[in-house]
Every structure is written in C-alpha cells, then in structure tokens.
C-alpha cells in the first residue's frame, strides 16, 4: 500500500467524519457510520485511524498545517500595521468560502471534545500556540520599533487578536447573522487603531505641535 493510497485513504474518512459530526454530533456519530459514508466496510477507519477521537486529532493537525501556510505568505518586512491588516484579510477568508457556517458548527464540536480528549486537546492547543507565538512576534517587532506600546503584554495582544477570529467562529456557529465584510472591515479597525476618530485635542496637537 502506498503513501498515497494511505494518506487519500485517510482524508476519505476525514471528510466523511466531518458530514457525520454535521449531521449527527460529535458523540453520536459511531466508527461505522464514518464508514458506511465513506463507502468503507465498518472496519476499514480502524487500518488508518486508532479511534474517531484520533479522526478528531488529525482534523486538528491539517488546521495546524493550514495555519504554517497562511504564516508563510506574510511579508513580515512591511510595516506592522500592514502585517495585521493582511493577516486579519488571511484568517477571516474562510469565512467568505461556501459551507463556512457549517465549518464553524465543526470548529465549535471540535473545542468541546478537546475538554475531553487529551489527543484532540493537544492538538488544539498546537494550533493556538503557533498562531498566537507567530502573532506575539509581530507585536514584539512592532514594540522594538514604537509602533505599540511598550507596556503591553505581547502573548496578550496576541491572544486578543486571535479572539476577534475566533468570536465570529462562534456567533456563526450560534447562529448569529453576520455580516463579514463588515466584521473584517470592524476586524482591522480595531488591530490597526482606525476605530477612534481622533478628539479635538488630538487633532490640535496633530496640526499645532509643541
């Protein structure tokens, strides 16, 4: 058997997962449902997959990899607002893209199981740290160069950030409408200090420097 044949194998079954968790839930979906949807015999997940908690696990691990490519096509040289602008216009795509409320309903499935599953925690958890790592780097290059102030916590401002993103995760999964340009416009807003308008005193000491 090649590596091929095991890896469009395993994503066979991941995809079938995935229209299970959807239909049915996280728990009440058994091995041999994923099956039977991936046209599998009851057994079959069982040769790729230790249990649909590992299915659970991997799910997590292709975000993970996902999240890699999304930092690799940043242009960590422009200025830091430029940064954040295109990375919030990175991570709120998915958004944009056909069945990202019922990515959402999966994502939220996703964080409850990791309360009990050490395989799928750990695996989320990877997913946060490299997001909020790369992004608390940002913020640090950003600080060094009096771009944000000093005092911040840099992990928290990350972790901030990375909670704008996830918070529509959750209003769409919830069922909340949403509109996401508009989300996105509001998203870089605030990352990038254009929500304020500046007061008449800002403005003064902008135009009349002292």
Same mark, same amino acid.
């Given at each position: 058997?090649?590596?091929?044949?095991?890896?469009?194998?395993?994503?066979?079954?991941?995809?079938?997962?995935?229209?299970?968790?959807l239909e049915r839930?996280?728990?009440?979906?058994?091995?041999?449902?994923?099956?039977?949807?991936?046209?599998?015999?009851?057994?079959?997940?069982?040769?790729?997959?230790?249990?649909?908690?590992?299915?659970?696990?991997?799910?997590?691990?292709?975000?993970l990899d996902r999240?890699?490519?999304?930092?690799?096509?940043?242009?960590?040289?422009?200025?830091?607002?430029?940064?954040?602008?295109?990375?919030?216009?990175?991570?709120?795509a998915a958004a944009?893209?056909?069945?990202?409320?019922?990515?959402?309903?999966?994502?939220?499935?996703?964080?409850?199981?990791?309360?009990?599953? +050490?395989?799928?925690? !750990? $695996?989320? *958890?990877?997913?946060?740290?490299?997001?909020?790592?790369?992004?608390?780097?940002?913020? %640090? &290059?950003?600080?060094?160069?009096?771009?944000?102030?000093?005092?911040?916590?840099?992990?928290?401002?990350?972790?901030?950030?990375?909670?704008?993103?996830?918070?529509?995760?959750?209003?769409?999964?919830?069922?909340?409408?949403?509109?996401? +340009?508009?989300?996105? !416009? $509001?998203? *870089?807003?605030?990352?990038?200090?254009?929500?304020?308008?500046?007061?008449?005193?800002? %403005? &003064?000491?902008?135009?009349?420097?002292?």
């Amino acid at each position: 058997m090649t590596e091929a044949h095991i890896e469009a194998r395993r994503n066979q079954i991941i995809e079938a997962a995935r229209a299970c968790f959807l239909e049915r839930g996280f728990h009440a979906t058994k091995i041999q449902d994923i099956a039977k949807v991936a046209g599998l015999s009851t057994g079959a997940p069982y040769r790729y997959f230790e249990s649909k908690d590992d299915i659970v696990a991997a799910m997590c691990s292709e975000a993970l990899d996902r999240h890699r490519r999304r930092f690799g096509t940043l242009d960590l040289a422009a200025t830091s607002r430029s940064i954040f602008e295109e990375l919030s216009t990175v991570y709120l795509a998915a958004a944009h893209e056909p069945g990202a409320k019922d990515t959402a309903r999966l994502t939220l499935q996703v964080w409850e199981e990791s309360t009990h599953s +050490d395989n799928t925690g !750990e $695996a989320l *958890r990877a997913d946060f740290n490299l997001i909020q790592t790369h992004v608390a780097e940002i913020v %640090k &290059q950003a600080q060094a160069r009096g771009e944000i102030d000093n005092n911040l916590d840099p992990p928290s401002v990350a972790q901030t950030m990375v909670s704008l993103v996830l918070g529509l995760i959750v209003q769409r999964a919830a069922g909340v409408a949403v509109e996401v +340009d508009k989300y996105e !416009e $509001a998203t *870089r807003s605030l990352v990038t200090g254009k929500l304020w308008n500046a007061t008449a005193g800002e %403005k &003064q000491s902008t135009t009349n420097p002292t």
